[in-house]
């Protein structure tokens, strides 16, 4: 069996270590609520949880991989509940899986990835003054994965403004946008964990009445609702980055066109005095002004004169 298992009967106030064969025993006698927690466990400790809990060969199936969709599905003595996890582990969000069985009597969980487990969750339970159900349990679980959704968020919020602040003060570069579109593949990233929350929660208030009851909806409507307030959120952040990015590829095409316009500018004036000094670079003959006493300071002057002139006119219209 996996090394990575803990298995307590948790009561209002009490916790109690128990051994994984002998999980059947305490749900039977139905003293408390037995909380099973395993972290990547192998085929074998999950066949003989099967067995413990006679779950369906279906769901022990998935909960051994990772990379399930969120769903929650509904079997025969119990759900099988698949929620994505994201915490900051090493200065990086690291995302994960969490794989719940929930029946009559207890709780298991299957961890996927990187964290601390869910220990607080067992300490929370303590602290409720009420009988301690599966229902109860699931709800403290799931908004503890939300809880922690929230400071990656925020996280997210302050470095977006800090880059918006860099895109605006040092002018665009292509580092700024490098970041940004990296902040804003993350946000789509944590907003695809945190998405699928509201709609498995309103599942289990409409259709899993045995495990939510008539007074736990009103906190599972909750946890629907701080879900529903990050994905908003994080949606605001994501379009405010494309408008960001979009800013600043219209500003770099600005900028850009600019330059070709002052390019252009400079280059119609040069063009004067390269006409003028082309034609008498021809070596005709005849060509009557060469022998004029003030023939070549009056190419001179008009030459300038057109120049200057020329100069005046765009600098009027903004092209130098």
């Known amino acids: 069996m996996a090394a990575d298992v803990s298995c307590m009967l948790l009561q209002s106030g009490r916790r109690e270590p128990i051994h ?3 999980v059947s025993e305490n749900i039977a006698a139905k003293s408390g609520l037995v909380w099973i927690e395993l972290n990547d466990p192998d085929k074998n400790t999950l066949e003989l949880l099967q067995e413990e809990l006679d779950l369906h060969e279906l769901a022990v199936e998935d909960a051994l991989s990772a990379h399930q969709r969120p769903k929650v599905e509904d079997y025969a003595g ?9 915490r900051l582990w090493d200065n ?3 995302y994960g899986e ?4 929930c029946g009559d009597g207890y709780l ?6 990187v964290g601390p487990g869910y220990r607080q969750v067992q300490e929370r339970l303590q602290a409720y003054q009420r009988a301690l159900t599966p229902g109860l349990a699931l709800y403290a679980l799931i908004d503890h994965i939300v809880d922690d959704f929230r400071p990656l968020a925020a996280g997210l919020e302050e470095r977006y403004s800090d880059l918006e602040a860099a895109l605006f003060s040092g002018g665009l570069s292509s580092d700024n946008l490098q970041h940004l579109f990296e902040t804003k593949r993350e946000i789509q990233a944590l907003m695809s964990a945190v998405q699928p929350v509201p709609e498995i929660c309103g599942d289990l208030i409409r259709m899993h009445t045995n495990i939510v009851d008539k007074e736990l909806r009103a906190y599972y409507r909750d946890v629907k609702d701080h879900a529903l ?3 908003q959120g994080l949606d605001r952040q994501r379009d405010l980055i494309s408008d960001a990015m979009q800013l600043s590829m219209t500003t770099a095409a600005l900028q850009q066109s600019e330059s070709v316009q002052k390019l252009a500018g400079w280059g119609a004036i040069l063009a004067i005095p390269t006409l003028v000094f082309s034609l008498y670079g021809m070596n005709f003959k005849t060509m009557p002004e060469l022998e004029w006493t003030w023939g070549y300071p ?3 002057l008009g030459t300038a004169a057109g120049c200057f002139w020329l100069y005046r006119r765009l600098k009027q219209r903004g092209w130098i």
């Open 20 to 22: 994984f064969e002998d």
């Open 298 to 300: 009056l190419a001179l």
């Open 108 to 113: 298991t969980i299957i961890r996927h990835g």
């Open 229 to 231: 307030r990050l994905v």
């Open 92 to 94: 990086v969000i690291e």
């Open 78 to 86: 119990g759900l099988f509940v698949v929620l994505r996890t994201a």
């Open 98 to 101: 969490t794989h719940v069985f």
